[in-house]
T-cell receptor, first 117, second 115 residues
Framework: GAVVSQHPSWVICKSGTSVKIECRSLDFQATTMFWYRQFPKQSLMLMATSNEGSKATYEQGVEKDKFLINHASLTLSTLTVTSAHPEDSSFYIC?????????????FGPGTRLTVL | AQSVAQPEDQVNVAEGNPLTVKCTYS??????LFWYVQYPNRGLQFLLKYITGDNLVKGSYGFEAEFNKSQTSFHLKKPSALVSDSALYFCAVRDLSSNTGKLIFGQGTTLQVKP
């Protein structure tokens, strides 16, 4: 399957700071990237859908000014958690739909563990 | 609204025994169904999918799933469980109202395989 990386794999930050998480597709171009967050032992919650060159589409209840998404190229999307607070601590996972391929299969990154102190 | 449900929070199986992880769906139209597995502190790994065709779908690591339209189910199965199969399993359905391939996930089922 396709390879998707995320950086960093884990990050600890102080409350009020901003954190940027990168999602890269390593061996293919991505039409669409998805950002999820996952609380312990719970399902994935879709936060937003990111298309290259256009604004991200946020799910209901997700603050777009707090979770900034930039899909600058066909292989890179970034999620910036602005003014992070302890309640933002979570596991953030991206997934990718390959360009030119079926949009049906998503390939997931390994996730980023964010802890806000 | 489209949804998937995994009725079991946890499934316990002895190594070598067959396993089943249940999933039911509710969609308007033909469903696109998926199974993913998640190991601790890792992202999701694709196991298999059903789009059209044979109701029995074979996937990675010896897993298979049977699409049953009359029961609106897509249960994940494996004839002989391994301890290494212990993980969190998610069933998902493609959101047909979206053209981006957006997935809707079930709650997840923890599979525990004991030696």
């Amino acid at each position: 399957g396709a390879v998707v990386s995320q950086h960093p794999s884990w990050v600890i930050c102080k409350s009020g700071t901003s954190v940027k998480i990168e999602c890269r597709s390593l061996d293919f171009q991505a039409t669409t990237m998805f950002w999820y967050r996952q609380f312990p032992k719970q399902s994935l919650m879709l936060m937003a859908t990111s298309n290259e060159g256009s604004k991200a589409t946020y799910e209901q209840g997700v603050e777009k000014d707090k979770f900034l998404i930039n899909h600058a190229s066909l292989t890179l999307s970034t999620l910036t958690v602005t003014s992070a607070h302890p309640e933002d601590s979570s596991f953030y996972i991206c997934s990718v739909s390959p360009r030119g391929g079926s949009t049906d299969t998503q390939y997931f990154g390994p996730g980023t563990r964010l802890t806000v102190l | 609204a489209q949804s998937v449900a995994q009725p079991e929070d946890q499934v316990n199986v002895a190594e070598g025994n067959p396993l089943t992880v249940k999933c039911t769906y509710s969609v308007s139209g033909n469903p696109y169904l998926f199974w993913y597995v998640q190991y601790p502190n890792r992202g999701l790994q694709f196991l298999l999918k059903y789009i059209t065709g044979d109701n029995l779908v074979k996937g990675s690591y010896g897993f298979e799933a049977e699409f049953n339209k009359s029961q609106t189910s897509f249960h994940l199965k494996k004839p002989s469980a391994l301890v290494s199969d212990s993980a969190l399993y998610f069933c998902a359905v493609r959101d047909l109202s979206s053209n981006t391939g957006k997935l809707i996930f079930g709650q997840g089922t923890t599979l525990q395989v004991k030696p």
